[in-house]
C-alpha cells in the first residue's frame, strides 16, 4: 500500500520557524519523480506551495510568490522523504499543508499536518 506520510506541523509564533517532512511508504522517489507541497487554509481551497521537478524537467524548484524567499523543498530519494523548509512564518501560512508526489500520471497525497502561526 503507498503512503505518503507527512509531519513536523505544530504552533509557532509568527516569524518563527518549522520544518516539514514526507516520508513516502510502498514506493521509491526517484530523480523521475516530482514532488510537491500544497496547503489548505480553513474555509479556502488547497493551492500549491513549493514543487522539486523531475530530473527530466530540469530537477528546478517553484514556489509560490508568497513563500518566495522564506520556504525552501528540498528531498532526500535515500531516505524516500522530501522537505519544506519554512521560515520567518506569518499568521497567513495557517493551513494543513500536504505533500504530493507524481509517478507518471499517477498522483499521490499524504494526509496533511496542521501549521498554526500566531501573531
Known amino acids: 500500500q503507498v503512503q505518503f506520510v507527512e509531519s513536523g506541523g505544530g504552533l509557532v509564533q509568527a516569524g518563527g520557524s518549522l520544518t516539514l517532512t514526507c516520508v513516502a511508504r510502498?514506493?521509491?522517489?526517484?530523480?523521475?519523480?516530482?514532488v510537491a507541497w500544497y496547503r489548505q487554509a480553513p474555509g479556502k481551497q488547497r493551492t500549491f506551495v513549493a514543487k522539486?521537478?523531475?530530473?527530466?524537467?530540469?530537477?528546478?524548484?517553484t514556489y509560490v510568490d508568497s513563500v518566495k524567499g522564506r520556504f525552501a523543498i528540498s528531498r532526500d530519494d535515500a531516505k524516500n522523504s522530501v522537505y519544506l523548509q519554512m521560515t520567518n512564518l506569518r499568521p497567513e501560512d495557517t493551513a494543513i499543508y500536504y505533500c504530493?508526489?507524481?509517478?507518471?500520471?499517477?498522483?499521490?497525497w499524504g494526509q496533511g499536518t496542521q501549521v498554526t502561526v500566531s501573531s
Open positions: 522539486s521537478e523531475s530530473v527530466s524537467l530540469g530537477g528546478r524548484s
Open positions: 504530493n508526489a507524481a509517478f507518471g500520471l499517477t498522483v499521490y
Open positions: 510502498g514506493i521509491t522517489l526517484t530523480s523521475r519523480t516530482a
